[in-house]
């Protein structure tokens, strides 16, 4: 072969022809398209919560377009994020926590007997989380040390402690009528310009969630214990510590949520936090969390939060009788998982 014949190895193919050519760039490499693909579930959650409120807003545009109806939202809706958020890493695990709602009621209870022997608040508040710490460490090392499936041990522990909870008080609410003129109330459950202060809150502890899931050293473990265990051991995670970290984060979380609860009503119920079991479940699902663990969306989750928030009030906002809020609860769980099946790649 002549050397005229041979072919430039160092030449791309577009410039061997004589043709001038750009760079190849996978598609993703342009930061819209990239963060579009690396935040589909999320943009799919806040896809149907927009068409959700649209229509409801057809429905009734005056009762969508007044304050009240989004501030009544605004109150209680930090309440299920701050249980919706942790939810997303235990998942993401590959285990679930159905004791969150016993833990909501056992945290907020200690709160509330602090409160009421007439302590600050705020040492309330810590004995609660304290309490919360405490209750997670326990049921993560039911689930992980005793070989427990996280399904019916946690659900185990729900009725346990609810049992308990009923056992002590006989059903008996505690009033804290007290609590609005403290420092603790001021700042954790006001109003700032007519918006609840506890949706500040909630929001810090979302965005902190983010960054702890997608830019921390936790994050990537966790993602990692889930998706391969055997492999997360021989890359050297302790992956016993992990799974136990995430029941704890979900005991804090109950028991911010429980405490905020308090601080909302100034009573404490028994069956505080038993209303919260499915609509946060459905939220983490809808927010685009599989069930099969190693992917989540904390930001997604969020969103999911808020869009099962809005379907009771929508649906009575628009004309609809509260018989309809189960059929539009799960209308919407199935529409938003046949989305996210459709729009994310099963790994597992």
């Given amino acids: 072969m002549s050397k005229a014949m041979e072919p430039d190895l160092q030449t791309p193919l577009g ?30 959650t806040l896809g149907v919560f927009i068409v959700m409120m649209a229509a409801f807003m057809i429905a009734n545009p005056t009762v969508f377009t007044t304050w009240y109806l989004y501030s009544s939202v605004l109150t209680t809706l930090p309440v299920a994020l701050f249980v919706v958020v942790p939810l997303v890493f235990v998942v993401t695990c590959g285990e679930i926590d159905l004791s969150f709602p016993a833990t909501m009621g056992f945290a907020s209870w200690v709160f509330a007997l602090v409160v009421q022997a007439g302590y600050d608040p705020f040492l309330g508040i810590a004995a609660a989380i304290l309490t919360g710490t405490l209750l997670g460490f326990l049921v993560g090392s039911l689930v992980v040390y005793g070989g427990l499936s996280s399904l019916i041990a946690t659900l185990g522990m729900n009725f346990l402690l609810r049992g308990l909870i009923q056992i002590i008080n006989e059903g008996k609410s505690t009033a804290l009528t007290g609590l609005s003129d403290s420092w603790a109330y001021a700042i954790f459950s006001s109003q700032v310009w007519g918006i609840p202060v506890q949706i500040f809150w909630a929001i810090a502890f979302v965005v902190f969630s983010a960054l702890l899931y997608n830019r921390h050293r936790f994050g990537a473990q966790v993602k990692v214990v889930g998706d391969n265990p055997d492999s997360a051991k021989q890359m050297g995670i302790d992956v016993k510590r992990v799974r136990v970290k995430v029941f704890v984060f979900v005991g804090i979380g109950a028991a911010i949520a429980g405490t905020f609860s308090v601080m909302i009503n ?8 038993d209303g919260y079991l499915l609509p946060v479940l459905a939220s983490v699902f809808v927010g685009g969390t599989p069930t099969w663990g190693g992917i989540g969306t904390v930001v997604g989750g969020a969103i999911g939060a808020v869009t099962v928030s809005f379907i009771q009030t929508g649906v009575v906002a628009a004309g609809l009788s509260g018989f309809y809020v189960q059929f539009f609860n799960g209308l919407i769980i199935i529409l938003s998982l046949l989305g996210h099946k459709w729009n994310q790649a099963r790994y597992r």
């Fill in 15 to 44: 410039r061997a022809s004589g043709q001038a050519s750009k760079e190849w760039r996978h598609p993703s490499d342009n930061w819209l398209r990239g963060f579009i693909l690396d935040n589909r579930a999320a943009l799919g």
């Fill in 266 to 273: 100034f009573t404490w119920w028994p069956t505080a936090g």
